[in-house]
């Protein structure tokens, strides 16, 4: 072959293998771009928020943790409470500028939006019930939900906490803003051993016989409210207050405490007699505690605050409920108990401290 042939051969194939390595290099090109496009399956930080999973319902609710399937047998799954979640940024961060959508943090900032799911009342719905209504010294004072509340407790940081009374699932803390108070002679002698809503939270609501067959068959809840009455439990190392969730199913009952706070915050704490040798604690010891009856179609309960025990007698009296009546259950079985919330009974320990009186001079020295 001519040198002229072998030149024009050599420039045919560096031609050729230019257009393969053009060609190659546009399908890394698309290849990469269309890899930046699609979606990731990995989940964004806020997909495991507790806002987002609502994964407090289930999993008190879990057998596996000691919960109401105990009771039931029906898997979380199947029931409708998992429909409270927050599964987009718009329904808090929405806002319409000139005309189109765009996200802000302004409007997550504006108490309504909390109301909407939270049920929380405004200073103004208060202010139509009477001088004694519990209102929230917060909220009195023109404090919003986001002065207390972070930004990580909203939108989680990367953790599936279980609960909001898991510990590191809140960073709000009385402490945050009043650790000047620890001096007051009522807290030096708890010892830091009592969560501060024992003694600053004036109501704290509590459910009595959650009927879980009209639950289960109309999808509502039918339930009678216990008001003036709360418990006292272990939690994250501290007393603290709970409330009380019966319910029954197919007859049966399951008797619930979980920790809880209920925004009713009060400035003076409460007396030491509310707590310490209480006729209460004495019936409690005596094994003679009834906390609610029902009489003449009406449920009826005591007030006060009452210390849980492990293997405590508890007397309630369990309802079925038909055609919107109430009527007793006649030789309920042994009511299951469940702890929730990461809680505990407290200990014989704890109970001897409570039926002793306390010292009159920390009575009149009640901290704000």
């Not at 369990?318 to 009511?335: A, C, M, N, R």
């Amino acid at each position: 072959m001519s040198k002229s042939k072998e030149g024009k051969a050599m420039k045919g194939w560096i031609s050729i293998l230019s257009v393969f390595i053009l060609l190659f290099s546009g399908m890394l090109i698309i290849k990469a771009a269309d890899e930046e496009e699609t979606p990731s399956k990995e989940k964004n930080f806020y997909e495991n928020s507790l806002h987002y999973t609502n994964k407090g319902l289930e999993y008190w609710y879990s057998k596996e943790q000691g919960g109401l399937e105990r009771l039931t047998g029906i898997p979380f799954s199947e029931l409708s409470c998992q429909r409270c979640h927050v599964r987009s940024c718009d329904a808090c961060h929405k806002k319409e500028v000139d005309g189109k959508l765009a996200y802000s943090a302004e409007p997550a900032q504006i108490q309504e939006v909390c109301q909407k799911c939270h049920g929380i009342q405004t200073l103004e719905d208060a202010k139509k019930y009477d001088k004694d209504y519990p209102l929230d010294i917060h909220f009195k004072n023109g404090m919003n939900c986001m002065d207390c509340h972070s930004a990580r407790e909203i939108h989680g940081d990367g953790k599936a906490y279980n609960s909001l009374q898991e510990t590191g699932a809140m960073d709000t803390k009385c402490e945050n803003c009043h650790d000047s108070l620890s001096t007051i002679d009522s807290h030096v002698v708890h010892g830091g051993k009592l969560d501060c809503n024992s003694c600053h939270v004036k109501e704290l609501p509590s459910c009595y016989n959650c009927h879980f067959d009209t639950r289960v068959k109309e999808d509502k809840s039918v339930s009678l409210p216990l008001e003036n009455i709360l418990f006292l439990v272990n939690h994250d190392g501290k007393v603290t207050l709970a409330n009380l969730h019966t319910f029954v199913y197919q007859n049966k009952g399951m008797i619930v405490f979980a920790p809880s706070f209920s925004h009713f915050v009060i400035k003076e704490g409460r007396a030491c007699d509310e707590c310490h040798d209480t006729q209460i604690v004495r019936d409690i010891k005596m094994d003679q505690f009834k906390p609610v009856v029902f009489e003449e179609g009406q449920l009826k309960s005591i007030s006060g605050i009452i210390p849980v025990l492990d293997g405590m007698k508890w007397d309630l009296v369990f309802l079925d409920y038909k055609d919107g009546k109430w009527t007793p259950i006649e030789h309920s079985v042994e009511p299951l108990i469940h702890y929730s919330g990461y809680c505990n009974p407290l200990t014989i320990d704890q109970f001897s401290k409570l039926e002793k009186a306390a010292s009159p001079k920390l009575d009149s020295k009640r901290g704000p």
